[in-house]
């Protein structure tokens, strides 16, 4: 930046509002008017516009104007400026994300809230939503018409549900006009258009902004997988080396090998609960047709009911063997608690696992420094090994239909979830956003919370990862999945009853939704599966 232009804009500053009401009328004020801002703008980089200042590589996360957070910051300034910005913006989030919005990271950074209401002037509310009722919370806002928020943050696959209620708004022009970049090749979403795909739109129009990588991620613990006994005693049992399983019968084996639960020590602890246990099922059943065994043929027929999906819940209910006694009720803070005490060989959880546990902050963890990353086990097929991880959670925030601004919330979702804002975001330990964009991996800051040895792991996962249901009917498609797969792990019905009842319940959500409607949602759906084939070694 050029004393020239420090001079200027302390001049204008220091000129007072009446001044910057006059740049506006002219037209020119948005470029120069930053609210609250003067006390920063001095240490951007040269040519920058806004970002975080304050500390060691703040130059990474600052961006210029023609960069999709320079575009929407500069459009909410200069909504600001020509009076038409809204009083407020009311974000409903998730309680254990706000921290990551809310808390300055690193030392001597201002927060992301901060930093939005001194650029643009427009404050931000953030309503807390009790984890897990997300979806619940917006739907009533919906259904009443209550308008508490502006903007939810709900499951990625409610998409298709809450777009077909009215109840968020079809984004596209705004995209159109403002360009967030989301494809970029270096700075975008892995697999560019099909993530984008998968992240943000449903039937082929963008209803929600990613904020979240809850790309199932695989770990272990590389104090059994490098003990010189065991790797000995494995290799005399099973005749090849131990290492991380690269397909589900090695990832069998080595499970019940490590299975020693009078020692506290699991197998594996992938979940086996309702609401959760299901997406590792998918892993099992996706993998089992090159490049993946789909859901529904193209003309909407369910395929569960197969030779595969028979098989493959048989495995899910085989490996009950080696996970916990209690499994069918662990959630992930069972889960997690137990991988902290050493009790787990292999888990397959959030990417933020490594963020919290092996970390020498958690005094309480006894895994620092002992855990590794591994890509998700698969089938060999024709060839080639078949990986496959799963999308879920993964929070999208969409502007509500009863927004008073719409505009004015894009423009902040366009901020937050473009690569300069959400790298830093995603770095900061105080919340549960994780990284899934291209530029995220390579964050020096994002690779120091999340592990190095780590990223590279999460990216290659993120590749190779199938999206849950996401259009009309997901929650209830889940449901008689969920709820069939839970009486097989129960005995309560067989692999074949259980995939027979599915495929049935299938048939008729898929009646009561609009047979029309659904497969045309498949068939979009289809295009962000992965094709990644690797090879066998």
């Known amino acids: ?218 770990v272990y613990s590389t104090d059994l997988f490098g003990d010189a006994t065991e790797k000995k005693a494995f290799s005399d049992k099973h005749g090849y080396e131990l290492a991380p399983p690269k397909t589900w019968k090695q990832h069998d084996e080595i499970a019940a090998f490590f299975h020693r639960p009078d020692k506290g020590l699991f197998g594996s602890t992938d979940l086996r609960n309702q609401g959760w246990g299901y997406t590792n099922w998918y892993q099992r059943y996706v993998s089992m047709a090159s490049p993946n065994q789909f859901l529904f043929d193209d003309s909407g027929k369910p395929l569960i009911n197969s030779e595969q999906g028979i098989a493959a819940t048989n495995e899910y209910i085989a490996s009950l063997a080696h996970h916990s006694p209690d499994a069918i009720s662990w959630g992930w803070p069972e889960q997690y608690g137990n991988f902290a005490k050493g009790g787990a060989a292999m888990t397959c959880a959030f990417s933020n696992l490594p963020k919290f546990l092996d970390n020498a902050g958690n005094k309480d963890s006894q895994v620092t420094g002992k855990i590794g990353s591994m890509l998700p086990p698969g089938r060999e097929l024709d060839g080639k090994l078949i990986s496959r991880s799963v999308l879920w959670l993964n929070l999208s925030a969409s502007v509500s239909s009863q927004a008073k601004n719409p505009e004015a919330c894009y423009l902040f979702l366009q901020w937050l979830g473009s690569s300069r804002i959400y790298a830093w975001m995603t770095a900061n330990p105080g919340g549960y956003f994780d990284p899934f964009r291209l530029s995220d991996f390579s964050d020096p800051l994002v690779r120091q919370t999340y592990h190095a040895y780590h990223m590279d792991v999460v990216r290659e996962t993120v590749a190779r990862t199938v999206p849950t249901i996401n259009y009309p009917g997901a929650t209830a498609f889940h449901n008689a999945l969920d709820e069939n797969l839970v009486a097989a792990l129960t005995k309560a019905k067989t692999a074949e009853q259980a995939m027979a009842d599915t495929e049935a319940e299938w048939k008729k959500i898929a009646r009561r939704t609009g047979e029309d409607k659904l497969l045309e949602a498949i068939k979009t759906n289809k295009e962000a599966w992965p094709t990644v084939l690797d090879p066998i070694s």
Do not use: C, H
């Not at 320079?70 to 200069?78: D, N, S, T």
């Not at 984890?131 to 709900?154: C, H, L, P, R």
């Open 1 to 218: 930046m050029s004393d020239m232009i420090r001079m200027s804009r302390r001049r204008l500053l220091a000129s007072g509002g009446k001044a910057a009401v006059l740049v506006a009328a002219a037209g020119i004020a948005p470029k120069f008017i930053r609210p609250s801002r003067a006390y920063a703008a001095d240490a951007l980089a040269p040519g920058m516009i806004g970002g975080p200042t304050g500390f060691d590589g703040s130059e990474r996360y600052q961006y210029g104007p023609d960069t999709p957070e320079g575009r929407a910051i500069e459009a909410a300034k200069a909504m600001k400026g020509a009076g038409k910005a809204p009083a407020k913006i009311v974000l409903g989030l998730s309680d254990g994300s706000i921290g990551q919005l809310t808390q300055p990271f690193p030392a001597g950074a201002p927060s992301i809230k901060d930093l939005w209401e001194k650029e643009t002037g427009i404050p931000l509310e953030i309503v807390g939503v009790p984890n897990g009722q997300e979806f619940t919370k917006t739907m009533q806002d919906i259904s009443t018409k209550g308008g508490a928020y502006d903007i939810y943050a709900v499951e990625w696959n409610r998409l298709g549900d809450l777009a077909e209620t009215g109840g968020i708004l079809k984004l596209d022009d705004f995209v159109a006009q403002y360009k967030p970049e989301w494809d970029d090749p270096e700075r975008g979403y892995v697999n560019g258009a099909k993530g984008v795909s998968l992240l943000n739109q449903y039937r082929g129009s963008t209803y929600g902004v990613s904020l979240d990588g809850d790309f199932q991620t695989w």
